[in-house]
C-alpha cells in the first residue's frame, strides 16, 4: 500500500507562484508514474500533469502547459507541481495520484492510490 499527501497549498495572488509537494510512505515511488489532478467547486477531477516512473517524460493539459512543471525526487519519494503564473481558473483542490505502471498517463482511472488533496485558491 502507498499512503500520497499533499501539502503546500494556500493562497496566492494572481501571477503569483505557489509549490505544492505530495510525499509517499509504505512503498518506494521508483518505477511508479505520478499525476497531478484538480477539482474546482461543482465541477469534476480534472488531469493536471503526469510524470513517468524514470521521470523522463512528462505531459500536461493544455491550459497550464508552460506555467506549471511537475518533478520527482525518488531518493525523497516526492514528487512536485511547481505553479507559476496563477490564475484565478487555476483555483481548486489538487490531487497526486500513483500509478503502479511506471508509464505517465492522463487517464485518471489508471491511478491506483490518492492522497486527499490540498486546497489552492488564487485571488485575482
Known amino acids: 500500500q502507498v499512503q500520497l499527501v499533499e501539502s503546500g497549498g494556500g493562497l496566492v495572488q494572481a501571477g503569483g507562484s505557489l509549490r505544492v509537494s505530495c510525499a509517499a510512505s509504505?512503498?518506494?515511488?521508483?518505477?511508479?508514474?505520478m499525476g497531478w489532478f484538480r477539482q474546482a467547486p461543482g465541477k469534476e477531477r480534472e488531469f493536471v500533469a503526469t510524470i513517468s516512473g524514470s521521470g523522463s517524460t512528462t505531459y500536461y493539459a493544455d491550459s497550464v502547459k508552460g506555467r506549471f512543471t511537475i518533478s520527482r525526487d525518488n531518493a525523497e519519494n516526492t514528487v512536485y507541481l511547481q505553479m507559476n503564473s496563477v490564475k484565478p481558473e487555476d483555483t481548486a483542490v489538487y490531487y497526486c495520484a500513483a500509478n503502479r505502471g511506471p508509464i505517465a498517463t492522463k487517464e485518471r482511472y489508471k491511478y491506483d492510490y490518492w492522497g486527499q488533496g490540498t486546497q489552492v485558491t488564487v485571488s485575482s
Open positions: 509504505g512503498r518506494s515511488l521508483s518505477g511508479y508514474a
